[in-house]
């Protein structure tokens, strides 16, 4: 019974472990703060408005913050294709948490996720 105990034990670490380590990119908010409705994980890649609404719930001029994983930054573009005005993010803070701080709440339509 014990090492049936310890074997979970181990299991459940290897889980968690391998789950920060695939559980990689960006993710946005609705709201400022981490906070409200909130798209999947989205991987490294330049991403046009259509792919993120079909493939991870992003919406149009909708984001407010985004929680970006070690390692990554993000590029944000206020048309698609990564057109209009640009903004760069690369790590957590109070910019990436509340996009008022730099004039870039609900107005990005596009984004370049890549590794640092
Ligand atoms: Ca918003």
């Known amino acids: ?22 559980a990689s990119g960006v993710t946005f908010y609705q709201d400022i703060q981490l906070s409200g409705p909130s798209t999947n994980d989205i991987p490294v890649g330049t991403w046009y408005l259509s792919d993120l609404q079909s493939k991870f719930g992003f919406q149009n001029d909708w984001a407010s913050s985004v929680s970006i994983s070690p390692g990554y930054k993000v590029d944000l573009y206020s048309d698609d294709k990564l057109g209009g005005t640009h903004w760069m993010l690369d790590q957590n803070d109070f910019n ?21």
């Open 96 to 116: 990436s948490r509340d996009f008022t701080n730099f004039g870039a709440n609900d107005a990005v339509s596009s984004v370049k996720v890549s590794r640092k």
């Open 1 to 22: 019974m014990k090492k049936i105990a310890s074997l979970l034990i181990v299991i459940s670490i290897l889980c968690i472990s391998s789950y920060a380590v695939f």
